[in-house]
């Protein structure tokens, strides 16, 4: 996946011998070019599971689903994904004695700050901070099995990314971002959602610290500053040399639109449960600090100014550097 490659990489880099469990091994060439072992797996079998963990020193997982939008047909095959798969990964590495185990969970179950920034330390509320999403459920559920692991003294440590972008990020955050740096976002839509943008590339090297460093039971927020994302298209456009566009379709229209997602999902271009993408974004923020990993663990992720132009200014000056 998109971080799991990164941190594949990276665990490379240093010299450590990786196995890479992968649900299709055609998709996962790259990996294999880096010098990971592969498996093929879709860590739905115990016995597989076992055999792949066995002699390690480390189980890093980063597998799940990530879509908001999808319908209710959908919703068991990504708790199947984000939750169960979860559970089986961490206790089948339990059993077989692996002295330390990351789980890869995300700052989002800190659920809608309301504006605020919060920390690992915050105990979410259900009631006054409901689920925004299915995914944001899966997660929250697969969050709390890994803390539930920890406390009764399971090696668990628990990284938590904020909103990673860089290269290969096919995400919509991603795709905007793009976009808006090449002029071609022709309108914005839920561009109030409140972001933690960071770089890949150091999100993965987050994770790795939080391998080697991270006190066992606790959790690692690994994010960059709070922004909005219409502050983080701005700043792309501006790189890009471009003027954002400023039509905006406003909330209401979307949540007006809702309705027809079921009935015109794929040929009317709306995911078919708009509803779910507006309560995921509209007006939400996903606002955390990493003040605990920087403090503890020497995480310090670039700017996001910084970021975007490693990221997308990157294959132009390589064309410009082949030119000269």
Do not use: C
Request: net charge neutral.
């Amino acid at each position: 996946g998109f971080i799991g490659r990164a941190v594949v990489r990276d665990l490379l880099a240093r010299g450590d011998t990786v196995t890479a469990a992968v649900r299709d091994p055609r998709r996962a060439s790259g990996v294999v070019d880096l010098g990971a072992a592969l498996v093929a797996s879709d860590l739905g079998d115990v016995a597989t599971l076992e055999r792949v963990i066995a002699g390690h020193d480390a189980v890093v997982h980063l597998a799940g689903s990530y879509r908001i939008g999808i319908t209710t047909a959908e919703r068991p095959a990504m708790w199947e994904a984000n939750v169960t798969t979860t559970q089986r990964v961490l206790d089948v590495a339990i059993a077989g004695g692996i002295p330390r185990i990351v789980y890869v969970s995300t700052g989002n179950v800190l659920g809608n700050t309301g504006g605020l920034v919060l920390d690992e330390a915050h105990d979410r509320d259900l009631v006054r901070q409901p689920f925004v999403s299915y995914y944001d459920e899966t997660k929250f559920r697969a969050h709390e099995l890994a803390i539930a692991r920890a406390e009764a003294g399971a090696p668990v440590v628990i990284a938590m990314p904020g909103t990673v972008f860089g290269p290969g990020d096919h995400s919509a955050i991603g795709s905007q971002l793009r976009q808006a740096f090449d002029g071609t976002l022709r309108y914005r839509a839920l561009d109030d959602v409140g972001t933690t943008l960071v770089h890949v590339d150091d999100e993965a090297a987050g994770i790795l610290r939080v391998l080697d460093g991270g006190r066992l039971g606790e959790s690692y927020i690994l994010a960059g500053r709070p922004q909005r994302l219409r502050q983080a298209l701005a700043l792309a456009a501006y790189l890009g040399g471009r003027r954002l566009t400023p039509v905006r379709i406003p909330t209401p229209v979307l949540r007006t639109l809702a309705p027809i997602g079921p009935r015109f999902g794929g040929r009317s271009g709306l995911p078919e449960n708009m509803g779910e993408v507006v309560s995921a974004a509209a007006g939400v923020t996903y606002w955390a600090s990493s003040a605990k990993a920087e403090r503890e663990l020497g995480f310090h992720p670039r700017e996001l100014e910084a970021g975007l132009r490693d990221w997308l200014l990157a294959p132009t000056r390589a064309s410009g550097a082949a030119a000269g």
